[in-house]
């Protein structure tokens, strides 16, 4: 299913900072706990835990408007880089770059657009073994606020960062494609690394 990652045995650690993945812990004890055979939680996790990670995970789906046409499938490419430290490893030589999607809200019964919700990716990677077995690929994402208050002026929505930060799985049944029609995307079932 995946090539080669592009950032092996990271350790928890490294993801917290490198991919400013504050609550990372939390959030895959709440995934254990949500997705996983109890017997999951008895398997020791720390900061020195090693996940492996990708850069970029390929999703397609079916556009409606063009079936039956040769460019009735459609893909897109959601990126993920962690920042790059100096040597000394405090020195911040590069920033992370963090791609922005729309997810279906499980929270919310409100239909269409308003049924969704924009959310940072972190990381992006697969259970590590010792875990279990779940055949998707899994995110960290960090949510931002509901579509609620229109600014007065532009009637734009604002957001800002929320405390929740979800696990979606399977990855690939949660992306949306555009801002105006909700589709489900489906995950190509390949990561992509691209050296580093």
């Known amino acids: 299913m995946a090539l080669t990652p592009a950032y092996p045995n990271r350790q928890v650690f490294k993801i917290i900072?490198?991919?400013?993945?504050?609550?990372?812990?939390?959030?895959?004890?709440?995934?254990?706990r949500t997705y996983l055979q109890p017997?999951?939680?008895s398997v020791h996790l720390d900061e020195h835990t090693v996940f492996d990670l990708y850069s970029q995970i390929n999703l397609q789906h079916i556009n409606p408007t063009s079936v039956g046409r040769a460019d009735f499938r459609q893909s897109d490419?959601?990126?993920v880089h962690p920042a790059v430290f100096e040597r000394d490893g405090r020195t911040l030589k590069e920033h992370g770059v963090f791609d922005t999607v729309r997810l279906l809200d499980p929270k919310t019964n409100r239909p269409g657009f308003?049924?969704?919700?924009?959310?940072?990716?972190?990381?992006?990677?697969?259970?590590?073994?010792?875990f279990g077995k779940?055949?998707?690929?899994?995110?960290?994402?960090?949510?931002?606020?509901?579509?609620?208050?229109?600014?007065?002026?532009?009637?734009?929505?604002?957001?800002?960062h929320s405390m929740d930060v979800i696990?979606?799985?399977?990855?690939?049944?949660?992306?949306?494609?555009n801002w105006t029609q909700p589709q489900c995307w489906r995950s190509a079932q390949t990561f992509t690394?691209?050296?580093t």
Do not use: C
Not at 134 to 157: C, D, G, I
């Open 17 to 32: 900072r490198e991919n400013q993945a504050v609550h990372f812990i939390d959030a895959f004890k709440r995934f254990l």
């Open 39 to 41: 017997s999951s939680l």
């Open 77 to 79: 490419v959601i990126r």
């Open 114 to 130: 308003l049924g969704t919700r924009v959310a940072r990716v972190k990381a992006l990677f697969t259970l590590p073994s010792q």
């Open 134 to 160: 779940y055949n998707e690929p899994l995110a960290y994402v960090e949510m931002f606020t509901e579509f609620r208050t229109r600014s007065a002026t532009s009637k734009l929505y604002k957001i800002s």
């Open 167 to 177: 696990w979606y799985l399977p990855l690939g049944l949660v992306l949306i494609d």
């Open 193 to 195: 690394s691209i050296p």
